[in-house]
């Protein structure tokens, strides 16, 4: 099968390294460090995934989710649900051309196609509140919660806006959950911590269409209800679902509708007649998220993704009961993540798009002609991160034109021919001799002796003998090979959409403002999706069943990391092994090279670096003694993700397709780790630590499911096991209205300079002297309870800290300027080091040091790469390494450390930090805080900092456009004058002239 890009995708990564090549010295600086770096110019994820994606690759949107085929298999409508600009995109079957784009307000991703007319039905939802993200007023559906009907013309595929038909949240539907009173403060943005959403949304979901196209069936997933839409006279009926309806599909009759409902892991049955609820039925656990729906169109079955299970649920439509689950699980733990369906009905195959595991599974269904029912046949490698497939019916003239040229007769009846020719040839020269008079041979003898000059030489010519030409080799042809004669032949093609297409890779330059591709101006970079991290449709030839073998053979292969290791002999990172306490500490938001760019040791730009060895000495002398990782990757894109990354090594389907849209302020509420329908399928380290029996605490991680706010959907044993997480938690002063033995002082990681719930300054280092009265300390507060754990002997295994000051709150008018609270953050990371280091258990210790995303600034390797710290008196003294790794990579780590069994997939086949450690303790003199160079209370200080900051939001997690924040911060550091560097990685454009700032 053919694997490539299009020439659009492969044009945006061309452009991006042509971008990276003219800022000269470490373009050519690359060669030096090949093994760590990844891109989509090399098809390496951060992960370490080596991808080799099925079909050819055209760009789509930012975070595509949705697709659909027209039913004569000529367009693939696609739908972006990504921060910033939503759409749909409209691509040829053919040749895998964009030929329409149509801008939405908002879209969930949910898209079908009626059956029978040129009519396309999409899930809408509201347009964004910041000020120049807002589309334009004629766009349809501004207000959400509507499903937007489109027609196309059959011929070209142009589509046209039909009508609306709203979907509004049925009477008595409840407010997201949130927790107002908690909020002394007043009512941040939705996206706050706590949360405290409070507006009634319907939020239209994957909506399915009757095999008639009179009837639509819409889950609302934050209504508990589904929308049965009546066509012909657009009338709206609701019927009560279970909690989080997702996907919907209707059985091949017409009568009966299904819709998946995400955390009760069941599927409701509606009587599309009646408007009623018939019954549910039981595919999964309890938060098991069933997903993707799919009516088979042959037999009366009904597919169901159970996502969070890796499992396919299989229900007898006739019978209303689970008749069989399939698996996709891969060995190490959950995490394949399947969240699409298709069904092949010619060839009887069902297809399985799998985002946590970039392929796609095909199974053999009843009837298949060539293998047992229910076998898996094969995975097909995708892009990264799939989130739709389908089959795509042979167009008229398509198979024509595949068609295989005659065939030849074979090469051994061809040469006994041309034996037979010869040989009749001779014979007849021989009877055509006899047959002459003897004068007529005899002027052919050879002259006699004494003839004359002359007739010897006419004899010579005319019987001169001729050479022989070598014979040409005649190139054997192989005998084509038929079609096994159980498979049936097809021309269709196999579509999917890659939600992330080949990864990010640099982006020094950012989007130019005068381009077409340039229409995700003015969106909050902070929370980013650029044009770089875009989507994609994979379109390919539907793959035989012996393809489909050679293809699991890639897909198999990609799920490994290329720098798979196994254990060095006498590592430390083994269970019973030297160290036996681990200390986490994650901070927020940086790049390698805004930190780190400096070391001419490691593979930086320190064009591009901001806080160098003058605003973090601490970590730049800690770079010095203990190892310089300069390879080490993200696998968040923001702060929502990125703690579920850091907590749990992993991210559900949930949070990828929902943070998007919550960070784009289409109302989608803040739910992010505080409630059980947001948790990855195994939990988090805190629950594993518990389940194993490991002793753990945790500094002020708020998102791994350890508040105890009211959740209407956790269980009484749920409750209870965020009861005990939340008992081994400091999360500040009141959070939850309960304290701990020594009560609560450490601020959670919400709280960025200010406390999040009680307004006081916070400090990650010791408070300075001059400090507001009641300011907060980290350090501090860390320092005396781990004091107090020394005393008493029960240190514990694991210890969770957050550092979050390095995120900054930019020149919010009357804050610390960036430059004093990173300094801060350097100082905070200096002392509890130190302290550690200065303890009875720093023998047997190991600190990991991370950021839990890299959004906000440049870097010239990748938009994912950040800063890593690895002290242990088992880490190599002052070595350079330059290996890839990424965030599961330092949680296996740990885990190894620990005994404690990976959570799934990511951390299960993820390559340990091998490389940084070495078997003996080495390293292991104490470490002594290097004092800051500036002063911790530096205010941002001039009028027109404050002017350029005024109306921006900075106590908020990630509230301001990256652009403006790298212009702030680089004039706070280096004066009002200075010219900042070019956008980093994930940047987006300015607002055009005479528009405002998107939050302005």
Same mark, same amino acid.
């Given at each position: 099968?053919?694997?490539?890009?299009?020439?659009?995708?492969?044009?945006?990564?061309?452009?991006?390294?042509?971008?990276?090549?003219?800022?000269?010295?470490?373009?050519?600086?690359?060669?030096?460090?090949?093994?760590?770096?990844?891109g989509?110019?090399?098809?390496?994820?951060?992960?370490?995934r080596?991808?080799?994606?099925?079909g050819?690759?055209?760009?789509?949107?930012?975070?595509?989710?949705?697709?659909?085929?027209?039913?004569?298999?000529?367009?693939?409508?696609?739908? =972006?649900?990504?921060?910033?600009?939503?759409?749909? %995109?409209i691509? =040829?079957?053919? @040749?895998?051309?964009?030929?329409?784009?149509? %801008?939405?307000?908002?879209?969930? @991703?949910?898209?079908?196609?009626?059956?029978?007319?040129?009519?396309?039905?999409?899930?809408?939802?509201?347009d964004?509140?910041?000020? &120049?993200?807002? =589309?334009?007023p004629?766009?349809?559906?501004?207000?959400?919660?509507?499903?937007?009907?489109?027609?196309?013309? %059959?011929a070209?595929?142009a589509?046209?806006?039909?009508?609306?038909?709203d979907?509004?949240?049925?009477?008595?539907?409840?407010?997201?959950?949130?927790?107002?009173?908690?909020?002394?403060?007043?009512?941040?943005?939705?996206?706050?911590?706590?949360?405290?959403?409070?507006?009634?949304?319907?939020?239209?979901?994957?909506?399915?269409?009757?095999?008639?196209?009179?009837?639509?069936l819409?889950?609302?997933?934050?209504?508990?209800?589904? &929308?049965?839409?009546?066509?012909?006279?657009?009338s709206?009926?609701?019927v009560?679902?279970?909690?989080?309806?997702?996907?919907?599909?209707?059985?091949?009759?017409?009568?009966?509708g299904?819709?998946?409902?995400?955390?009760?892991?069941?599927?409701?049955?509606?009587?599309?007649?009646?408007?009623?609820?018939?019954?549910?039925?039981?595919?999964?656990?309890h938060?098991?998220h069933?997903?993707?729906?799919?009516a088979?169109?042959?037999a009366d079955r009904?597919?169901?993704?159970?996502?969070?299970s890796?499992?396919?649920?299989?229900?007898?439509?006739?019978?209303?009961?689970?008749?069989?689950?399939?698996?996709?699980?891969? @060995?190490?733990?959950?995490?394949?993540?399947?969240?699409?369906?298709?069904?092949?009905?010619?060839?009887?195959?069902?297809?399985?798009?799998?985002?946590?595991g970039?392929?796609?599974?095909?199974?053999?269904?009843?009837?298949?002609?060539g293998?047992?029912?229910?076998?898996?046949?094969?995975?097909?490698?995708?892009?990264?991160?799939?989130?739709?497939?389908?089959?795509?019916?042979?167009?008229p003239?398509?198979c024509?034109?595949?068609? +295989?040229?005659?065939?030849?007769?074979?090469?051994?009846?061809r040469?006994?021919?041309?034996?037979?020719?010869?040989?009749?040839?001779r014979?007849?020269?021989?009877?055509?001799?006899?047959?002459?008079p003897?004068?007529?041979?005899?002027?052919?003898?050879?002259?006699?002796?004494?003839?004359?000059?002359?007739?010897?030489?006419?004899?010579?010519?005319?019987?001169?003998?001729?050479?022989?030409?070598p014979k040409?080799?005649?190139?054997?042809?192989?005998?084509?090979?038929?079609?096994?004669?159980?498979?049936?032949?097809?021309?269709?093609?196999?579509?999917?959409?890659?939600?992330?297409?080949?990864?990010?890779?640099p982006?020094?330059?950012?989007?130019q403002?005068?381009?077409?591709q340039d *229409?995700?101006?003015?969106?909050?970079?902070?929370?980013y999706?650029?044009?770089?991290?875009?989507?994609?449709?994979?379109?390919?030839?539907?793959?035989?069943?012996?393809?489909?073998?050679?293809?699991?053979?890639v897909?198999?292969?990609q799920q490994?990391?290329?720098? *798979?290791?196994?254990?060095?002999?006498?590592?430390?990172?083994?269970?019973?092994?030297?160290?036996?306490?681990?200390?986490?500490?994650?901070?927020?938001n940086?790049?390698?090279?805004?930190?780190?760019g400096?070391?001419?040791?490691?593979?930086g730009?320190?064009?591009?670096?901001?806080?160098? =060895?003058?605003?973090t000495?601490?970590?730049?002398?800690?770079?010095?003694?203990?190892?310089?990782?300069?390879?080490f990757?993200?696998?968040?894109?923001?702060?929502?993700?990125?703690?579920?990354?850091?907590?749990?090594?992993?991210?559900?389907?949930?949070?990828?397709?929902n943070?998007?849209?919550?960070?784009? *302020?289409?109302?989608?509420?803040?739910?992010?780790?505080?409630?059980?329908?947001?948790?990855?399928?195994?939990?988090?380290l805190?629950?594993?630590a518990?389940?194993?029996?490991?002793?753990?605490? $945790?500094?002020?991680?708020?998102?791994?499911?350890?508040?105890?706010?009211?959740?209407?959907?956790?269980?009484?044993?749920?409750?209870?096991q965020?009861?005990?997480?939340?008992?081994?938690?400091?999360?500040?002063?009141?959070?939850?209205?309960?304290?701990?033995?020594?009560?609560?002082?450490?601020?959670?990681?919400?709280?960025?300079?200010?406390?999040?719930?009680?307004?006081?300054?916070?400090?990650d280092a010791?408070v300075?002297?001059?400090?507001?009265?009641?300011?907060?300390?980290?350090?501090?507060?860390?320092?005396?309870?781990?004091?107090?754990?020394?005393?008493?002997?029960?240190?514990p295994?694991? $210890?969770?800290?957050?550092?979050?000051?390095?995120?900054?709150?930019?020149?919010?008018?009357? +804050?610390?300027?960036?430059?004093?609270?990173?300094?801060?953050?350097?100082?905070?990371?200096?002392?509890?080091?130190? +302290?550690?280091?200065?303890?009875?258990?720093?023998?047997?210790s190991?600190?990991?040091?991370?950021?839990?995303?890299?959004q906000?600034?440049?870097?010239?390797?990748?938009?994912?790469r950040?800063?890593?710290?690895?002290?242990?008196?088992?880490?190599?003294p002052?070595?350079?390494?330059?290996?890839r790794?990424?965030?599961?990579?330092?949680?296996?780590?740990?885990?190894?450390?620990?005994?404690?069994e990976?959570?799934?997939?990511?951390?299960?086949l993820?390559?340990?930090?091998?490389?940084?450690?070495?078997?003996?303790?080495?390293?292991?003199?104490?470490?002594?805080?290097?004092?800051?160079?500036?002063?911790?209370?530096?205010?941002?200080?001039?009028?027109?900092?404050?002017?350029?900051?005024?109306?921006?939001?900075?106590r908020?997690?990630?509230?301001i456009?990256? %652009?403006?924040?790298?212009?702030?911060?680089?004039?706070?550091?280096?004066?009002?004058?200075?010219?900042?560097?070019?956008?980093?990685? $994930?940047?987006?454009?300015e607002?055009a002239a005479?528009?405002?700032?998107? $939050?302005?």
């Amino acid at each position: 099968m053919p694997w490539g890009w299009s020439l659009p995708l492969r044009s945006l990564v061309a452009s991006a390294l042509a971008a990276l090549a003219l800022l000269g010295a470490p373009a050519a600086h690359a060669d030096s460090f090949p093994d760590g770096r990844i891109g989509p110019d090399r098809g390496l994820l951060n992960n370490g995934r080596q991808l080799h994606p099925f079909g050819s690759l055209s760009a789509l949107g930012n975070f595509p989710t949705g697709g659909a085929v027209t039913p004569d298999g000529r367009f693939y409508w696609t739908v =972006s649900t990504g921060r910033g600009i939503n759409d749909i %995109r409209i691509v =040829s079957v053919t @040749g895998g051309a964009v030929v329409q784009t149509v %801008r939405l307000a908002g879209a969930s @991703g949910g898209i079908a196609m009626d059956p029978v007319h040129p009519l396309v039905y999409v899930s809408g939802v509201a347009d964004s509140t910041h000020a &120049a993200e807002k =589309s334009p007023p004629n766009t349809p559906g501004l207000k959400g919660d509507t499903v937007l009907v489109f027609r196309y013309d %059959r011929a070209s595929g142009a589509a046209t806006f039909d009508h609306q038909i709203d979907v509004p949240p049925p009477a008595g539907t409840k407010a997201p959950q949130a927790i107002a009173s908690l909020l002394p403060l007043g009512t941040p943005p939705p996206q706050n911590f706590p949360p405290t959403d409070s507006t009634p949304l319907s939020w239209p979901d994957r909506l399915a269409v009757s095999p008639d196209g009179s009837t639509v069936l819409v889950p609302l997933n934050l209504a508990a209800a589904a &929308a049965v839409i009546n066509i012909a006279d657009g009338s709206v009926r609701y019927v009560k679902t279970g909690n989080y309806p997702y996907g919907a599909a209707i059985g091949r009759d017409g009568r009966f509708g299904y819709v998946s409902n995400e955390t009760p892991g069941t599927v409701s049955i509606i009587d599309l007649r009646a408007g009623t609820k018939v019954g549910d039925i039981q595919v999964g656990g309890h938060l098991s998220h069933p997903e993707a729906l799919l009516a088979d169109p042959t037999a009366d079955r009904i597919y169901v993704t159970v996502t969070n299970s890796d499992e396919v649920a299989v229900i007898d439509a006739a019978a209303r009961h689970l008749e069989r689950t399939l698996t996709v699980e891969r @060995g190490p733990g959950l995490g394949t993540a399947p969240d699409a369906l298709a069904v092949d009905a010619k060839r009887h195959e069902l297809l399985v798009a799998e985002g946590g595991g970039d392929e796609i599974s095909a199974f053999a269904l009843p009837d298949h002609a060539g293998a047992a029912a229910w076998t898996l046949l094969g995975r097909i490698p995708t892009a990264q991160y799939p989130t739709d497939v389908q089959v795509a019916p042979a167009t008229p003239g398509a198979c024509a034109a595949a068609k +295989a040229p005659a065939r030849k007769k074979p090469a051994k009846h061809r040469k006994k021919k041309r034996k037979k020719k010869r040989r009749h040839k001779r014979r007849r020269a021989a009877r055509h001799k006899q047959a002459r008079p003897r004068a007529a041979r005899h002027k052919h003898a050879r002259p006699r002796a004494g003839a004359s000059a002359k007739s010897k030489a006419r004899h010579k010519r005319t019987h001169r003998r001729r050479r022989k030409k070598p014979k040409k080799k005649r190139k054997r042809h192989p005998k084509p090979r038929r079609p096994a004669p159980a498979q049936p032949a097809t021309c269709a093609k196999l579509l999917y959409v890659s939600a992330k297409a080949l990864g990010t890779g640099p982006n020094p330059r950012g989007p130019q403002p005068d381009t077409p591709q340039d *229409s995700d101006d003015n969106i909050n970079a902070t929370q980013y999706l650029p044009l770089l991290n875009i989507g994609a449709a994979g379109i390919g030839a539907y793959p035989s069943d012996a393809a489909l073998a050679g293809l699991e053979g890639v897909a198999d292969a990609q799920q490994r990391p290329t720098n *798979s290791q196994s254990p060095p002999a006498g590592t430390p990172l083994r269970a019973g092994g030297p160290i036996k306490h681990v200390f986490y500490i994650v901070r927020e938001n940086r790049t390698y090279d805004q930190v780190l760019g400096d070391d001419p040791r490691g593979d930086g730009d320190p064009r591009l670096t901001l806080f160098g =060895s003058g605003v973090t000495p601490n970590a730049h002398a800690l770079v010095q003694r203990f190892p310089l990782v300069d390879h080490f990757y993200a696998n968040s894109e923001a702060s929502i993700d990125g703690h579920f990354w850091t907590s749990a090594a992993s991210t559900s389907d949930y949070v990828h397709k929902n943070w998007f849209q919550n960070y784009a *302020s289409r109302g989608r509420p803040y739910d992010f780790g505080v409630y059980a329908v947001t948790w990855p399928a195994n939990g988090f380290l805190f629950d594993q630590a518990q389940r194993q029996g490991i002793s753990y605490f $945790n500094y002020g991680e708020a998102i791994a499911g350890v508040v105890p706010f009211p959740d209407q959907d956790r269980t009484q044993a749920e409750n209870q096991q965020v009861d005990q997480k939340f008992a081994n938690s400091d999360l500040g002063e009141g959070l939850g209205g309960a304290s701990t033995a020594l009560g609560s002082c450490y601020p959670n990681d919400a709280s960025i300079g200010k406390d999040a719930v009680t307004g006081q300054t916070v400090f990650d280092a010791s408070v300075p002297l001059g400090a507001p009265p009641g300011s907060e300390s980290r350090a501090d507060c860390f320092k005396s309870r781990f004091a107090s754990q020394l005393s008493a002997g029960n240190v514990p295994a694991f $210890n969770y800290l957050v550092l979050s000051n390095d995120h900054t709150r930019v020149l919010d008018p009357g +804050a610390y300027t960036p430059r004093a609270m990173v300094a801060d953050n350097d100082l905070g990371l200096g002392q509890i080091v130190d +302290a550690i280091t200065h303890s009875s258990v720093w023998p047997s210790s190991a600190i990991f040091v991370t950021e839990d995303d890299s959004q906000d600034g440049a870097d010239h390797v990748d938009a994912h790469r950040t800063v890593d710290l690895v002290i242990s008196p088992y880490t190599r003294p002052a070595a350079v390494v330059h290996t890839r790794y990424d965030m599961p990579s330092m949680i296996r780590s740990m885990e190894l450390i620990l005994g404690m069994e990976p959570l799934g997939l990511y951390d299960g086949l993820a390559t340990p930090m091998y490389d940084a450690f070495s078997s003996t303790a080495d390293n292991a003199a104490p470490y002594s805080t290097i004092s800051a160079k500036v002063s911790l209370l530096e205010v941002n200080p001039t009028p027109a900092s404050g002017a350029a900051a005024r109306g921006l939001r900075f106590r908020g997690l990630d509230q301001i456009t990256q %652009r403006s924040e790298d212009r702030l911060l680089w004039r706070s550091v280096h004066g009002p004058a200075s010219t900042p560097p070019s956008p980093g990685p $994930n940047a987006v454009v300015e607002p055009a002239a005479g528009r405002s700032d998107p $939050n302005g």
